[in-house]
């Protein structure tokens, strides 16, 4: 059965949750929203298409918790504390229960990190979906891309590799990597903690080499990194490394937070990893120079045939 436009909205708006700071939410031309004294807002967008950003026969309830799951991802890599949300949908018919099953998703993670929906925009095409985040950050607490010395430890929370191993299983990769395509964990709480220890971090999206590469160009560094380190599920690990490497290095879609610190750091950093219980693995170091280097398990140069994701 489809409904109209406004009954869409009201579906969306009535199982929306509610924050103290939203001064009004969805019904209106726009949200007002009341930021608490002293702290930064941190804002980010991602669109995730069909049949690009996720296999057409996904599930709606999965679509709903990866497309906000990206976003959270970003403001955890900033470390800020996730606050509101709105949502454009492009639907090629509105059918209540794909929409019910897209938001059993989206605001099941919503509920998790505290951040709500507080508007957006439905529209009739292809289907695709729009996400802006809005995350808090004291003043001078943001992580950023562009502190990274030489002589830093490179860091990734999480394992690597499985979402794009899911990929290439496709249409019938092993459950445990497809749950990390279909529902990758944003690492909030991680990303607010590496405040004052982290000299600079983004997430794992397009491809460790290739997102570390952007790392490395805002620092004005270079980072050498070792394969035979990257971490491993136990779902990927029954492929050999030489079979995995290109998976872990740059297949991307881990939306896990790669940072670089002070070895100094390495015991707080094992501290952090075990309270949080998300293990944070040392996989090489930030050099002199401008460019990112990966070593094979000889040392020796290992070159893929792509360093991540290209959009376009």
Not at 170 to 197: C, K, Q, S, Y
Not at 205 to 223: F, K, M, T, Y
Not at 228 to 256: I, M, N, T
Not at 261 to 276: C, F, G, Q, V, W
Request: proline share 6%; with cysteine; hydrophobic share 45%.
């Amino acid at each position: 059965m489809n409904t109209g436009e406004f009954d869409l909205i009201a579906h969306i708006r009535a199982r929306a949750g509610l924050r103290d700071d939203v001064i009004l939410g969805i019904g209106d031309d726009a949200a007002l929203l009341q930021p608490p004294p002293g702290r930064q807002l941190v804002v980010t967008a991602d669109t995730l298409s069909a049949g690009v950003h996720f296999p057409e026969s996904t599930a709606a309830s999965d679509i709903g918790w990866k497309s906000l799951a990206v976003n959270l991802s970003d403001l955890a890599a900033m470390g800020a504390e996730p606050a509101w949300c709105t949502l454009s949908l492009s639907l090629p018919g509105s059918d209540p229960a794909w929409l019910d099953g897209f938001l059993d998703g989206f605001l099941a993670l919503a509920q998790a990190h505290g951040i709500v929906l507080v508007g957006g925009d439905t529209t009739r095409g292809p289907l695709a979906i729009a996400v802006t985040a809005i995350g808090l950050v004291a003043p001078g607490r943001a992580l950023r891309r562009d502190g990274a010395r030489a002589g830093d430890d490179v860091w990734v929370s999480g394992t690597l590799g499985d979402a794009a191993a899911a990929l290439h299983a496709w249409p019938a990769p092993p459950a445990a990597l497809r749950a990390r395509l279909d529902r990758p964990t944003p690492r909030v709480e991680l990303g607010r903690r590496l405040a004052g220890i982290a000299h600079a971090a983004l997430d794992v999206s397009d491809g460790l080499l290739a997102d570390l590469g952007h790392l490395c160009r805002a620092s004005s560094v270079g980072a050498e990194i070792e394969l035979a380190r990257l971490p491993v599920s136990d779902a990927l690990a029954v492929h050999s490394l030489p079979a995995r490497g290109a998976w872990q290095a740059s297949g991307g879609d881990d939306y896990e937070l790669c940072f670089t610190a002070s070895p100094d750091h390495r015991e707080a950093l094992a501290m952090l990893a075990a309270e949080l219980g998300v293990p944070l693995t040392r996989i090489g170091r930030i050099i002199d120079g401008d460019a990112v280097r990966a070593l094979d398990e000889t040392g020796r140069a290992w070159h893929p045939e792509r360093a991540g994701y290209t959009h376009f």
